[in-house]
């Protein structure tokens, strides 16, 4: 057989309860193989679902529909052969380098001898040489990942799982970690057949992935596949990167209802009142509004552009972004990312005026906002316990966005003075201290 | 070349170095001692035998082993109990239902109060032996120690980090593996801390629990407890002081072996680096010691060789969080909730019962007057406390050099068992002719008074240095800097040490209410004394209606008035939230 499957996921779906017993779809049949010797990104915003199938994946979650296929096996149960890096390392703190690395093989009961040979030949391989006897509290951030990729490889896994593995490093150390990764992969000093990989940087799957995954939320599905076939290694600067950046970027801002994607959309879709809010502070959003005033962009840029300017991956970068386009603030589309109307008049406006057309913005385009200003017109004493907008909102959100919602939604409504919030009372009200 | 870093310990030919020695005649003696302590303890005995104690200082240092030995068995037990059921109820809902809540109530039954009962059933247990009084003790000491230990390994195994649980997954432990390699340790730092406060808190109970009288009869294990309680009948004041004096030297001596090194060697279970890491000259010759590190080394082989042995046997309990309930269909659930809430239910009115068959409502009136009094002591006491330790705490603790000697201290003052001072109390009351009902009640809190001031301590050096310059930059002082920052700052602290102090003033109030000095004998009013009264003369339905009713106003201060300042610590007070 030519390229056996590694992995093999078949009408794949994952659902959580709601309040009130509702079923909310976090993964919707998702059909998806990974083949051998090949390296895959899974890119997404927060909330789309791709760590959800990379643990499903993993066998540490389980489907609620649907079946993970690991060679031909059903996965119920994470899989020998299968190991994962982690985002926040997962290192054992109380061991040494050399016991953290060693204690995968310690539980496959690999005896002594052996153990440590392949431990500190693991050590050798990614860099940590001399670093055997530190405590990982000793370590720098990209040391400690660098530990757990060792720890990941000694067990010389068929398939390497990483969630957003390079994500709480900065540029430069996510940078020497991640060449020194893909140089073993590339040279084959490693016995792992394939790699999965969930990130939110788009240039790093574009730099290391053969196949970039597009996942798009509510609920979760695969919005597109790119096939990256340029020669490794890759260097940013190759127009075909950029290209390939750009396409990502393209693919994740324009509506998959659009007909073709040269055209522009239509009106917009109009948002539920349930529409899951981006964690998006006002700080930032006008901060973005001003970095977009910047002469050297003149209320329009390429969304790549914008992110290298601001040195933000998308995890940062399209909260914000969606922010500005669900309050009208910006077009958003084809990768592109333009001020408007209100936005050029916020920018030129002064700190009351802003508030004022903030506050436009919000009552005529955020539904959930008009619906509470309207709720608390019409309660006597204009106070309302924002325990039964929550109950409304987890009926439809999850309950850790649900109380993300409502905690942006407070945020944009104060700075517009549109209602205020008793953080000790838990109330909302018209009242103005 | 980095392989030979890892087999130095297997020189073993070299000539022991004078570490070698020092640790192991430390260690031996250690071992001796205790061997003898534990031995003592099956001489036969039936109720009634007189036991023989000399004020003598020189059967001291051995009362003294006598009285160690029961704490550590104790220790032990709490151990075991803690891995065992504080484990259960964090992976298993089911038992966290009623392991939890149970452990809760048992944390405010007052254990001296129910003493008399553990004598009485041990004695029947072990007839004719010195074992059965022996047991009570180490019983009361077990249940002076146990709770907050298992509460707290219970909240460590809940909140390990979710990345970590699945590691474990991927790499495939073993359940054994699991719990030893990865849970254990992340809760040790927590547990060594709690464990610390445990044995401070039970060297009040093991001097009270040697002396006690059960049905008119006195029992007195041979121990410092019943040493003091010897001297106080004969009046004696210099014996008084030799026990002072030896209790100083132990609990030191405990301090310095055992403490010290157990913290400043956790540090290492921390996951970030720590400023606070403690040294321990003990510790020091331990790990410089080869014999010892060689020793250490075979002991930790042996462990974890057994650990594959043990994983052979499945434990379901042990091996995933909510599959273990999800296991069994709801309405066995359901039958099994019914039948404890209704064995729960049966038991209460049982109890009601029993007590008022032989007592009346004027009875149970009389207690609830007497509960509140000794209510209002503890209210006071606690106040009175606060407003000298709260000042003085937050300056030692936002004075490096200060703080750097008094935080030990404190934790030394804790551990001393104040009933060892009540003798002096007594002496000034009746030379100065003092009331009784008032200057009785400062025993209460003698002890636990120390428990606000290092949290108030440990509270005010975690204020962050900018805050302080700020206040100054903006000349926020005196009063104004009390009431807007520096009280506010140590809130959480400062309530979690109240907490503690109130629950121990309780608990004493059992022993400070009634104090002798010869045959001169004070009693003040207050439900301890109730209890203490009724426990002499082995009556009951009184112990069971006072301990219960202590029980409820413990339970319904800590959920009336201690959990909702607790959850106001954890969020209006909390300074890592905004400064971070």
């Keep these: 057989m030519i390229n056996p499957a590694i992995i093999q996921t078949v009408k794949l779906s ?93 539980a496959q009961h690999v005896k002594k001898h052996e153990r440590r040979l392949r431990a500190l030949a693991a050590i050798d391989m990614i860099g940590l040489d001399g670093f055997e006897s530190a405590y990982p509290k000793e370590l720098s951030g990209g040391m400690r990942q660098r530990v757990g990729i060792a720890r990941a490889l000694v067990v010389n896994p068929d398939l390497l799982l990483m969630d957003e593995p390079f994500s709480a490093l900065d540029v430069l150390t996510a940078e ?46 695969f919005r597109a596949i790119l ?8 260097s940013l600067h190759d127009p075909r990167v950029q290209k390939l950046i750009d396409d990502v970027y393209t693919l994740m801002t324009t509506s998959e209802v659009a007909v073709s994607p040269h055209e522009p959309e239509k009106a917009e879709e109009k948002l539920t009142l349930f529409y899951r809010i981006p964690e998006a502070g006002v700080n930032e959003l006008t901060g973005l509004l001003d970095a977009l005033a910047n002469p050297e962009l003149s209320g329009q840029c390429d969304l790549p552009k914008l992110a290298d300017y601001l040195s933000f991956d998308i995890g940062e970068l399209f909260p914000l972004t969606e922010g500005l386009k669900i309050l009208h603030f910006a077009l958003v589309s084809q990768g592109d990312i333009e001020l408007s109307l209100a936005g050029k008049a916020f920018i030129q406006a002064d700190i009351l005026s802003r508030k004022q057309i903030f506050r436009r913005q919000l009552i005529t385009h955020i539904p959930l906002a008009a619906h509470i200003y309207q709720l608390l017109s019409e309660t ?54 | 070349m980095t392989k030979a870093l890892y087999h130095s310990s297997a020189v073993l030919g070299k000539p022991l170095t004078v570490w070698d020695l020092a640790a192991l005649l430390l260690v031996l003696t250690a071992l001796f001692a205790l061997g003898w302590g534990a031995t003592e303890m099956a001489t036969p005995y039936s ?24 704490m550590l068995i104790a220790m032990v037990c709490s151990l075991l109990f803690t891995f065992v059921f504080a484990t259960w109820a964090a992976k298993s809902r089911e038992a966290e239902r009623i392991i939890i809540p149970f452990i809760d109530i048992m944390q405010s039954v007052p254990v001296l109060g129910v003493l008399s009962i553990i004598v009485v059933g041990c004695i029947k247990l072990f007839p004719g032996s010195l074992l059965g009084p022996e047991l009570a003790a180490i019983i009361a000491i077990f249940t002076a120690q146990v709770w907050n230990m298992a509460l707290s390994f219970y909240q460590s195994l809940k909140t390990v980090p979710n990345e970590l649980h699945e590691l474990g997954d991927m790499l495939h432990l073993s359940p054994m593996q699991r719990f030893w390699r990865v849970e254990v340790p992340f809760a040790f730092p927590s547990l060594i801390w709690n464990i610390m406060i445990s044995m401070s808190a039970s060297w009040f109970f093991v001097v009270a629990s040697e002396a006690i ?15 003091i309680a010897l001297a106080i009948d004969e009046a004696n004041v210099l014996a008084c002081v030799y026990a002072i ?22 540090a290492r279970f921390r996951a970030e680096e720590d400023d606070t890491e403690s040294q321990s000259w003990f510790l020091n010759i331990l790990q410089r010691a080869r014999i010892i590190r060689k020793l250490a080394a075979v002991t930790r082989r042996f462990f974890l060789n057994l650990i594959p042995l043990f994983s052979r046997f499945s434990m379901p309990a042990l091996s995933i969080n909510q599959k273990f309930s999800a296991k069994y269909s709801h309405t066995a659930i359901m039958l099994w909730r019914t039948f404890y809430y209704g064995f729960l239910a049966y038991w209460a009115i049982y109890a009601a019962r029993y007590v008022m068959e032989s007592l009346n409502y004027a009875e149970v009136a009389h207690v609830l007057w007497l509960a509140s009094i000794t209510f209002i002591k503890v209210l006071i006491l606690i106040l009175l406390c606060s407003v000298i330790w709260v000042p003085i705490g937050v300056k030692i603790g936002l004075s490096p050099r200060a703080r750097k000697w008094a935080q030990p201290a404190c934790q030394f003052l804790a551990a001393f068992p104040a009933n060892l001072f009540f003798p002096l109390f007594v002496i000034a009351i009746l030379k100065f002719h003092l009331s009784v009902n008032v200057f009785t009640s400062p025993l209460m809190i003698l002890g636990t008074q120390w428990y606000i001031l290092f949290n108030v301590i440990a509270g005010a050096r975690q204020i962050p240095h900018e805050l302080l310059l700020a206040c100054d930059n903006f000349g926020v002082t005196s009063w104004l800097r009390w009431k807007k920052f520096l009280l506010p700052a140590i809130f959480p602290y400062y ?14 109030s059992i022993i400070a209410d009634i104090v002798q000095w010869g045959d001169v004998k004070l009693t003040a009013v207050g439900l301890g004394g109730y209890i203490a009264e009724y426990t002499a003369t082995g009556d009951f339905p009184r112990i069971a209606l006072g301990i219960g009713v202590m029980c409820l106003f413990v339970n319904l201060l800590t959920h009336f008035v201690w959990a909702p300042l607790y959850k106001m610590a954890g969020t209006r007070f909390k300074l890592d939230d905004v400064n971070d």
């Excluded at chain 1, 020497?176 to 792992?192: C, E, H, P, Y």
């Design chain 2, 495 to 508: 309530v979690t040490g109240a907490l503690t102090a109130a629950g121990g003033c309780w608990n004493a």
């Design chain 2, 245 to 266: 004096l030896a209790m100083l030297f132990v609990i030191l001596i405990y301090d310095q072996l055992l403490f010290r090194p157990m913290i400043s060697w956790s």
């Design chain 2, 213 to 227: 009288s059960v049905n008119n009869q006195n029992i007195s294990l041979p121990g410092i407890g019943s040493y």
């Design chain 1, 227 to 234: 096939h990256a076939n340029i020669p490794r290694p890759r």
């Design chain 1, 380 to 433: 006597d004493g204009h106070r309302l316990s924002e325990g039964i907008i929550l109950g409304h909102l987890k009926e439809h959100l999850a309950e850790d966005e649900a109380e993300s919602v409502l905690t942006v939604l407070i945020d944009w409504a104060r700075y517009a003075e549109l209602f205020a919030y008793d953080y000790d009372a838990g109330v909302l009200s018209l009242e103005n201290p």
């Design chain 1, 176 to 221: 020497s970690v991640r060449n020194d990764l893909m140089a073993l992969w590339n040279k084959g000093r490693i016995q792992t057949k394939a790699i999965l990989l969930v990130t939110h940087n788009i240039a790093e799957a574009a730099l290391m992935a053969d196949r970039i995954v597009i996942v798009s939320p509510n609920p979760g599905h």
């Design chain 2, 47 to 70: 109720l009634g035998d007189p036991i023989h104690i000399t004020l003598s200082p020189l059967e001291l240092p051995a009362y003294a082993i006598r009285t160690i030995t029961r």
């Design chain 1, 14 to 106: 994952k659902t959580y309860k709601g309040q009130g017993g509702k079923e909310l779809l976090a993964l919707d049949n998702i059909d998806f193989t990974i083949q051998e010797n090949e390296l895959v990104a899974l890119v997404g915003r927060s909330g789309s679902g791709k760590s959800t199938l990379l643990r499903m994946i993993a066998g540490l979650i389980s489907p609620s529909r649907g079946e993970v296929f690991y060679r031909g096996q059903a996965v119920h149960a994470p899989q020998k052969g299968v190991s994962m890096v982690f985002q926040s390392f997962a290192l054992l703190p109380w061991l040494t380098v050399l016991q953290n690395v060693e204690l995968g093989l310690e």
